[in-house]
């Protein structure tokens, strides 16, 4: 599923017709960067795509005084239906990514396992950081928010949390993790 075609195709259905410049001012005030894995910079290039694969379509041409034209679109019956299947698959589906990091700790060289206390030290230090960092931009920008993406937002943060909770009990059995690596790398 791609986060920036639910966005694109939604805002054009439930919003109307609208040029890449309304839609990038749109996900700045719906602060999309906070709970989608997609930033507004991207929206050009999307609209494109989507162009291209028939789901939405310029519906006229714009200029304002001097400012650089700006095509106007519209979402085309086959991107509506496209958007009602991915909302649909995306609300049933449960994904989760696999993190590289576990990758990484399965694959420690002598030095890693040395510096291992520090690298978690270091992890565990952003992900708080992030919880708090992400939680001053929540709370400003909750009164905005519609009951739906303070759920939203919630969901991101109790992700953070569980992974915050990982990473203690992965410290707290830091001895025996580096005792296991350091016995496998001496065999």
Known sequence: MSSIRVFILGSLAERGEMHGHQLRLLGEEEHIHMWTDFTVGGIYGALKRLAADDLIETVRTERVGNRPERQVYAITPAGR???????????????????????????????????????????????????????????????????????????????????????????????????????????
């Open 81 to 187: 239906t496209t958007l009602a299947s991915m909302i649909r698959t995306t609300l049933t589906e449960f994904s989760l990514r696999p993190d590289p990091f576990d990758l990484a700790l399965t694959r420690l060289d002598a030095a890693a396992v040395d510096a291992l206390p520090q690298i978690l030290a270091t992890r565990r230090h952003a992900i708080a950081a992030t919880i708090a960092a992400k939680q001053a931009k929540y709370e400003r920008a909750a009164p905005h928010l519609t009951v739906a993406e303070r759920h939203t937002m919630a969901h991101h943060q109790f992700r953070l949390r569980a992974e915050l909770d990982w990473t203690d009990s992965l410290i707290a059995d830091l001895p025996a993790i580096v005792q296991d690596e350091k016995s496998r790398k001496d065999s």
